[in-house]
């Protein structure tokens, strides 16, 4: 069983359609941890102590959020600054987070085909959370590829339930370790590893275990 | 004050204290029991009551004037729009056949049709005083059933004023002189208007109603404002009795049923600031009264004439209230309420109500009819009253049960009065802030203030604002504590503060309180009292101002704000901490030396306590240290 911790970061959630919906799925899943972020800290007044014996208590940190400006929302960064501090998370004494993974499940407006050299976006959503990575990286966490809901704006309802549904698949099967993280590696997001259909409007295939 | 009054009182109040709560116990609801008692005390049963027994009817029926006052309190003319519909369509309906349905029957009994019609008329009337009674006893006062036996209650308590003026008109078929009415509405008395020709009876009559509603909407509400400015309490309510029983006397020197007269002054005042006030000071009267009127009409219920015509009395209650209970229940299913609502609006209403006495006195003062006509009626409504607890309970434990559909009363959202999430005790500064804040993001708010001045100011802008001192639990109850969800203590004093927390925990504990505190004393005492949410009044301004010492000192902004919001959850904390330490302190300690003792206890703690380097993560010294060292190291 892996212990999973959700750090949430939404500034709107009362305007949200993705992640309300996603949301009420980790609420209520067992085994999961989920911290709202925005909840938590309205002033940015971040409780660096509480934030840090969170993160020791759990194996599988997730960042989950809306892409803003080919990034994340500000607290998720001011939780970054602030939380992660030097001695504790990196530097010669800071270990605290070593062997533990992190996974972003994000949500964007553009589309799948829009994030790709050359196109709309000229970089793929992998590239702009370079970041994050090299932040894991440094912080001695394993890096897993990310899960992504493309083109938030021309979802439909059925579509954001599909990719509920996703989502917890997803949830469960890194919870109850049916999921290789090391096999995942490999892969450029999630969604390609699991076979999961970016797109709106086609097929979408279960996910496989 | 005689001692045969005193006994009296005594015997009545015996009768009830031993009565009611026995008949709660069983599960028979409390005017049963008042009836019950008024039947072993009166001349059938233990004839305690002596002669004095038949002015306590009269006495009593002061206790319906009252309700009818209340009634009309909460009928505030929005409310009414939007029962408009059962009111006049169910309501209307109800009195309308019923009337006819009566009147045809009485007439083929072979009275004649005046008389038939105005019998009819008369039996079509139910009992607001037992029915509202019963229903809030069993909390379906909200249901739909409840809310429709409220409407067509309503639209009878209405259509006696047309009755009072028709029935002069209905007069000439008895030529006999009155006979003794049985415990009327002071009717027997000569009045202004009986000497007057039935058009002219009739015109004084609209012309009393007309004066209760220019009077009400222009003359009470200044005198209110004037006696609130006093705030002394019982001058207050001296002032609601009063005007409850000038009504009565004014209504009875215009041969006009007095509970009316009281009933449309509440209308009047259903949008005052007053109105909960107003509920507060009359509601334990009427409750005391209503119970005694009970108890007259249990008393009253002649058995002698009962005895000497059983088959008469016993078929004359049955077809009363089969016919009452059919049309309700028909019309009930044609307004489309659920099995079980219709059956409970029939099973409510089938009674005849306390209208009938009065009416049944008037009327053979007007010689309508005769008593050999009023006073066997008089006794089948009396008995019909009776029987509606005892068929309410049938209905509950028999029927109810069996019916499909059931619904409750917690789940019918159309509430009859529709309340705010938030009641605001105090609208002085920090509490119209918080008002304000609420009320710009669409949450309702109901706002207790007992500052006369300022209620009169606010509500010219329109606020909903209410009169009244906000620690009384009857004055919770009428500004909805029952349904609210918070509760915004914002009182002038910690006294006041700390009493209404006291009752609000007692009677409410389902209200989430926020309370503003003074200071550290004061925000111990609420902590000690169970209150999580407490707000001390100067600290977020103090601290603001502190921030902007800090700036004009040069320190940067975010820093500055960053300092203040570390000093505020500090202190926070160390409030909640020493209030656990304080415990036995304080009983030895005067509440100065106390104020002293606990600052000397923050300061010594400050200097230890706050940890200021809490933004560790923007500091990139150590970063640096450690970089110097790496660099050392390979080098
Ligand atoms: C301030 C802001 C910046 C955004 N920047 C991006 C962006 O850079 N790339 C993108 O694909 N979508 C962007 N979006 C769209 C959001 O990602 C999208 O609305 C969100 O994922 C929908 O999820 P929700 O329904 O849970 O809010 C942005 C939206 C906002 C409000």
């Given at each position: 069983m892996t212990r999973i911790l959700i750090l949430f970061a939404h500034p709107a959630l009362e305007k949200s359609r993705v992640h309300r919906r996603l949301v009420r799925v980790a609420q209520e899943m067992p085994g999961v941890t989920f911290n709202d972020l925005y909840e938590a800290y309205p002033t940015f007044d971040i409780d660096v102590r509480r934030e840090q014996a969170l993160l020791a208590e759990h194996d599988l940190i997730v960042l989950q959020h809306p892409l803003y400006w080919y990034s994340t929302p500000a607290l998720l960064k001011q939780w970054q600054d602030l939380v992660l501090e030097h001695g504790w998370a990196y530097g010669s004494q800071g270990h605290a987070l070593r062997g533990k993974r992190l996974l972003i499940i994000l949500s964007a407006?553009?589309?799948?085909?829009?994030?790709?050299?050359?196109?709309?976006?000229?970089?793929?959503i992998r590239e702009f959370l370079a970041p994050i990575e090299q932040t894991a990286y440094l912080c001695g966490m394993a890096y897993l590829p990310p899960l992504i809901f493309h083109g938030a704006h021309r979802m439909t309802l059925d579509d954001i339930g599909q990719a509920a549904g996703h989502y917890r698949h997803v949830l469960e099967a890194l919870r109850d370790d049916a999921l290789d993280p090391a096999a995942l590696g490999a892969w450029q997001t999630l969604n390609d590893a699991l076979n999961i259909m970016p797109m709106i409007g086609k097929s979408t295939q279960a996910v496989t275990q | 004050m005689s001692g045969d009054f005193l006994f009296q009182a005594f015997v009545y109040l015996t009768a009830a204290v031993i009565a009611v709560p026995i008949a709660a116990r069983l599960g028979l609801g409390s005017v049963l029991g008042y009836l019950i008692a008024g039947v072993v005390i009166g001349p059938f049963g233990l004839g305690l009551l002596g002669e004095g027994g038949e002015d306590i009817m009269h006495f009593a029926e002061f206790g319906v004037v009252m309700m009818l006052f209340l009634v009309g309190l909460e009928l505030e003319p929005a409310l009414l729009w939007r029962l408009r519909g059962p009111i006049l369509g169910l309501g209307g309906l109800q009195v309308v056949v019923t009337t006819a349905v009566a009147a045809t029957v009485a007439y083929l009994l072979g009275l004649p049709w005046q008389q038939a019609l105005a019998v009819g008329m008369i039996l079509a009337l139910s009992s607001t005083a037992i029915v509202l009674q019963s229903l809030a006893e069993r909390g379906q006062l909200k249901s739909a059933g409840g809310q429709a036996s409220f409407a067509v209650l309503l639209f009878q308590d209405i259509a006696v004023i047309p009755m009072l003026a028709i029935f002069p008109l209905l007069a000439g078929t008895v030529a006999t002189a009155p006979g003794d009415a049985h415990g009327a509405d002071a009717h027997a008395a000569t009045t202004l208007v009986s000497g007057l020709p039935p058009w002219a009876q009739t015109l004084a009559v609209l012309a009393a109603v007309a004066a209760i509603i220019l009077g009400g909407r222009f003359l009470l509400r200044p005198v209110f404002r004037a006696i609130a400015a006093t705030r002394l309490r019982e001058l207050f309510v001296a002032t609601a009795l009063l005007l409850v029983i000038g009504i009565a006397l004014l209504m009875n020197q215009v041969g006009l049923s007095a509970a009316l007269g009281t009933f449309l002054a509440g209308v009047v005042l259903?949008?005052?600031?007053y109105r909960h006030e107003l509920e507060s000071d009359i509601e334990p009267f009427k409750g005391l009264l209503l119970g005694l009127f009970f108890l007259a009409v249990g008393a009253s219920i002649n058995f002698a004439l009962i005895l000497a015509q059983p088959l008469l009395i016993l078929g004359l209650v049955i077809g009363v209230v089969v016919l009452k209970f059919t049309i309700l229940l028909a019309l009930a299913k044609v307004f489309r309420l659920g099995t079980d609502q219709a059956l409970l609006l029939a099973f409510a209403l089938p009674q005849v109500g306390e209208f009938a006495f009065v009416l049944f006195a008037f009327g053979v003062q007007e010689q309508v009819f005769d008593g050999s006509v009023a006073d066997p009626l008089v006794a089948v409504v009396a008995i019909s009253m009776a029987l509606t607890p005892l068929l309410m309970i049938f209905f509950e434990r028999v029927i109810r049960p069996r019916v499909g559909t059931k619904e409750t009363a917690a789940q019918e959202p159309d509430a009859i009065d529709e309340r705010n999430p938030v009641i605001i005790a105090g609208f002085g500064g920090f509490g119209s802030t918080v008002g304000r804040l609420l009320r710009a993001n669409g949450v309702g708010v109901t706002v207790l203030d007992n500052d006369a001045d300022r209620v009169d100011a606010l509500r010219r802008f329109g606020l909903q604002v209410y009169y009244g001192d906000a620690s009384r639990y009857d004055l919770l109850i009428a500004a909805g504590a029952q349904e609210a969800k918070l509760l915004v203590l914002a009182l002038d004093t910690p006294e006041r503060t700390l009493d209404l927390v006291h009752t609000a925990h007692k009677h409410f504990p389902h209200l989430q309180i926020l309370a503003r505190a003074f200071d550290w004393q004061d925000a111990h005492d609420l902590l000690d009292a169970g209150v999580p949410y407490v707000y001390r009044e100067t600290l977020d301004t103090s601290l603001r101002l502190g921030t902007d010492a800090l700036r004009l000192l040069g320190f940067r902004a975010y820093q500055a704000q960053r300092a203040a919001q570390t000093f505020l959850r500090y202190d926070e904390e160390s409030v909640r901490t020493l209030t656990g330490q304080r415990g036995d302190r304080t009983v030895y300690l005067l509440a100065a030396r106390q104020r002293i003792a606990d600052l000397e206890h923050i300061l010594q703690a400050d200097l230890t306590g706050i940890d200021l380097a809490r933004d560790d993560g923007w500091d990139a010294e150590p970063l640096r240290a450690d970089f110097a060292r790496v660099v050392e190291k390979t080098d």
């Open positions: 407006g553009g589309r799948a085909e829009a994030y790709q050299p050359g196109a709309f976006n000229r970089f793929t | 259903a949008n005052s600031e």
